[in-house]
């Protein structure tokens, strides 16, 4: 995915920089030529030796360095890559770089390139939180320089908190939607997965057996074709893509929310399994058993998301797909709710218990459009999310 593709890895020092090793080998797997650079605090955690021997050429470690500016001056090295990722970004990299001072090679080249930056900062949590850190990163997000991570989680310090450099798999999945040339580059897809959960009191819910694995998987696909994905997700039991912009929610209300905050966009995919109704009667305090008897529910309908968004007369995606759950008459009924839900396509299925298909890892899915109703065969979940990102691609690309 990756090939032809030359990217500048700058190792800044951190613990996490063991983990670049990693990432150097998994870009080449991908096809990508990696050009190490190791700060002099890199260093210390990883040996110029086991970064060049990974990246099968030297590791530019200084700014004044005569071999290597009679062989590539640091100005031509900071523009002759696709990309320039720094990762670990440390506080101290990331404030240079907010700061535009260019005092070592990695500052310099950071300050000299035109090429697009996108950055995997780790560091302890507290530094991490630091409003100078979360100004740095103002600064160089408006500076149009792009972010992956950090993660949450046990640190090497003994804390616990956002800071951890992202998975390599989560930095090649960033590095690759950026420099996709798949059809869908430049488009801007808003996917809904998962179930919501409708609150009845602060401990209970109610929910629906979708796991989110479908919508997962469409968003993967979508962003392996170089689409902006927003991912708009419930509580599923799948992890979320890498390498797309995640917004989890919990309820309808806020699905809704998150979906019109995330418009305009080129196409909708809503595949979420969202609960038709919501307990207005949800109370702030756990329900006690009582002796007057059973509690009374009382319900209010959710606003139909992929309805609303299908009839919207300004900001409508240019393709708007739903999904359909059935149990019984699948294309009968998937055919009249594409109608009135007014949505272009509609991917059918039969989630009746038998098929194993809510929660499980295949689909048997029917596309139902303007052209009628096309039956695909039974297949794992990620095979129909490729067919299915394959044909939305087409479809923009007719569209223009
Ligand atoms: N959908 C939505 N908002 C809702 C309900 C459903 O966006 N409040 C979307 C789903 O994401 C899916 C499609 O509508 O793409 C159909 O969902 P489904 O549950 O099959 O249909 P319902 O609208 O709930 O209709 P019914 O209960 O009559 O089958």
């Known amino acids: 995915m990756l090939a032809n593709k030359r990217i500048l890895l700058i190792i800044g020092g951190g613990i996490a920089a063991y983990k670049s090793l990693e990432l150097i080998r998994r870009l080449q ?3 990508a030529e990696v050009v190490p650079v190791l700060t002099k605090a890199g260093e210390e955690f990883v040996t110029p030796l086991s970064v060049s021997a990974l990246a099968g050429q030297a590791v530019h470690r200084d700014l004044f360095d005569l071999t290597a500016e009679a062989e590539m001056g640091h100005i031509q090295l900071s523009r002759s890559a696709d990309l320039l990722v720094v990762a670990p970004a440390t506080a101290d990299l990331m404030a240079k770089m907010a700061n535009g001072h260019a005092n070592d090679l990695a500052s310099t080249l950071l300050l ?7 950055l995997a900062p780790a560091m302890n949590v507290r530094m991490w939180q630091h409003p100078a850190t979360q100004r740095n990163l103002a600064t160089l997000l408006a500076d149009g320089v792009a972010c992956v991570g950090p993660d949450e989680g046990g640190m090497a310090c003994g804390e616990f908190g956002p800071g951890r450099l992202a998975e390599p798999e989560a930095i090649v999945a960033a590095i690759t939607a950026k420099l996709s040339d798949g059809p869908l580059k430049g488009r801007r897809i808003v996917v809904t997965s998962g179930p919501t959960h409708e609150p009845i009191d602060p401990v209970r819910y109610i929910a629906n057996r979708s796991s989110g694995a479908q919508g997962t998987a469409l968003a993967r696909a979508l962003r392996d074709l170089g689409a902006e994905v927003v991912f708009i997700t419930g509580p599923a039991s799948v992890a979320p893509p890498e390498g797309v912009e995640v917004v989890p929610v919990e309820t ?19 595949a979420a399994a969202v609960a038709d109704w919501r307990v207005t009667s949800a109370s702030d305090r756990k329900l006690k058993k009582s002796k007057d008897g059973l509690p009374v529910m009382e319900f209010a ?15 409508r995606p240019g393709l ?12 009968d009924n998937a055919t009249a709710k594409r109608l009135r839900k007014g949505c272009d396509w509609i991917v059918a299925n039969d989630v009746s218990p038998a098929t194993g298909i809510m929660g499980g890892s ?5 596309l139902i459009s303007d052209a ?7 297949m794992d979940k990620t095979a ?9 691609a087409a479809a923009l690309t007719d569209k223009g």
């Open 384 to 392: 129909v999310a490729r067919q299915l990102a394959e044909r939305i």
């Open 362 to 366: 295949e689909n048997a899915v029917i």
């Open 252 to 270: 309808a209300q806020q699905m809704a929310d998150a979906v019109f905050a995330a418009l305009p966009a080129d196409a909708g995919v809503f």
């Open 320 to 331: 708007v797909v739903g999904f359909a759950a059935e149990t019984n008459d699948v294309v």
């Open 301 to 315: 309908e959710n606003p139909d998301i992929l309805k609303t968004v299908a009839h919207l007369d300004e900001g």
């Open 112 to 118: 000299a390139t035109d090429t697009p930056v996108l």
């Open 29 to 31: 797997d991908q096809g």
């Open 372 to 378: 009628g109703a096309e039956s695909w065969p039974r």
